[in-house]
C-alpha cells in the first residue's frame, strides 16, 4: 500500500433512518488513497445502509460525506457519481433489456480530474465472458455474469472511490475468485474501494483495513492483522 498518503474519503457522524427507524448511529471512518475497506458485520448491522447513505440513496440525517474535502452528504445520486463515487449495488440493478454493451455505455461518463481512466477493452480483459456475450440482453446473462457487468459498468465511470456491495454473493466459487482478483486489480490501478463482503476470507484477503460493524455503529476498526488477534470480536459481532 505504497501509494496510500492521504484521505480520499471522509465519513463522519453519518446517522440515516428508514422511516421512523433509526438505522446509524454516528458511523465514522476513513479511506485513504489506494486503500481497500471492508465494513464487515452480520446481516441488519448498517453495513449496505451506510453505503446507500454515502451514496445519498438513503440521505443521511445528520454527518459529513467528504470527499477530497468536498462534503457530499445531502447532494443527489447522480451529483455524488460524477464527483466520483462509483457504486456497484448488492442488487445489480443493471438494464435486463438492454445489452451488454449498451449497459456499458450507460455507465460511461468523464469522471473527475485525477482518477484513473478505464475502457471497455479493460473490461472484457477482466471478464472475457462478456465479450463473448456482448450482444446478448442482459437479463439472460447469469448471476455471475451479472455481477461482472455491474462492476464494469461502475468502472467505466472513472471512479476515484467505488463502493461494491456484496459482490460475491450467490457466486460460483471460480467466479469469487475472480471478482476477489479485480478488486485487487483495480485497487493497484488507483482506485480506493470500499467494500461490504460476507466471505471473511475474500474480505480479508484484498483489506488494508476492515471496520466491523454492529446496531449500526462501527465497533472495532484495525488491519486484518488485528482483528485475527482478537478473537472475541469476530465472537462478538462476526460470528454465526
Same mark, same amino acid.
Given at each position: 500500500?505504497?501509494?496510500? +498518503?492521504?484521505? @480520499?474519503? $471522509? #465519513?463522519?457522524?453519518? &446517522? ?5 427507524? &433509526?438505522? /446509524? &448511529?454516528? #458511523? ?10 471492508? /465494513?464487515?458485520?452480520?446481516?441488519? $448491522? ?14 443521511? $440525517?445528520?454527518?459529513?460525506?467528504? /470527499? ?13 457519481? =460524477? ?13 435486463? +433489456?438492454?445489452?451488454? !454493451?449498451? +449497459? ?5 461518463? +468523464?469522471?473527475?480530474?485525477?482518477? *484513473?481512466?478505464? !475502457? ?10 462478456? %465479450?463473448?456475450?456482448?450482444?446478448? =440482453?442482459?437479463?439472460?446473462? $447469469? ?20 463502493? @461494491? ?7 460460483? *466459487?471460480?467466479?469469487?475468485? #475472480? ?5 485487487? !486489480?483495480?485497487? %493497484?490501478?488507483?482506485?480506493?474501494? #470500499?467494500?461490504?463482503?460476507? %466471505? ?8 488494508? =483495513?476492515?471496520?466491523?460493524?454492529? &446496531? ?7 488491519? *486484518? ?16
Amino acid at each position: 500500500m505504497d501509494n496510500v +498518503n492521504d484521505t @480520499i474519503l $471522509s #465519513v463522519e457522524g453519518l &446517522h440515516a433512518h428508514y422511516g421512523k427507524s &433509526h438505522i /446509524l &448511529h454516528g #458511523v465514522t471512518f476513513d479511506v485513504a488513497r489506494g486503500e481497500v475497506v471492508s /465494513l464487515l458485520g452480520r446481516n441488519g $448491522s448498517g453495513r449496505s445502509t451506510t453505503m446507500k447513505s454515502i451514496m445519498g440513496l438513503v440521505p443521511p $440525517s445528520e454527518g459529513h460525506v467528504r /470527499l477530497d474535502g468536498v462534503d457530499l452528504a445531502g447532494q443527489r445520486s447522480f451529483a455524488i457519481c =460524477r464527483r466520483g463515487i462509483g457504486y456497484v449495488p448488492e442488487e445489480r440493478e443493471i438494464f435486463l +433489456n438492454l445489452s451488454v !454493451d449498451e +449497459n456499458l455505455e450507460m455507465g460511461r461518463q +468523464n469522471g473527475p480530474e485525477g482518477a *484513473p481512466k478505464w !475502457d471497455v477493452d479493460q473490461m472484457f480483459t477482466y471478464f472475457p465472458r462478456l %465479450k463473448e456475450r456482448r450482444n446478448t =440482453r442482459a437479463g439472460s446473462l $447469469s448471476g455471475g455474469e451479472q455481477q461482472m457487468l455491474t462492476m464494469c459498468r461502475s468502472l467505466l465511470g472513472n471512479p476515484l472511490v467505488m463502493l @461494491i456491495d456484496e459482490p460475491t454473493e450467490g457466486l460460483a *466459487p471460480k467466479i469469487v475468485t #475472480v471478482v476477489g482478483e479485480v478488486i485487487e !486489480d483495480i485497487n %493497484k490501478h488507483g482506485v480506493s474501494v #470500499v467494500l461490504v463482503e460476507q %466471505k471473511l476470507t475474500i474480505a480479508m484477503q484484498v483489506s488494508h =483495513r476492515v471496520c466491523v460493524m454492529g &446496531h449500526g455503529q462501527i465497533v472495532f476498526e484495525g488491519t *486484518p492483522e488485528e482483528l485475527n488477534a482478537k478473537p472475541e470480536i469476530t465472537d462478538e459481532w462476526l460470528a454465526v
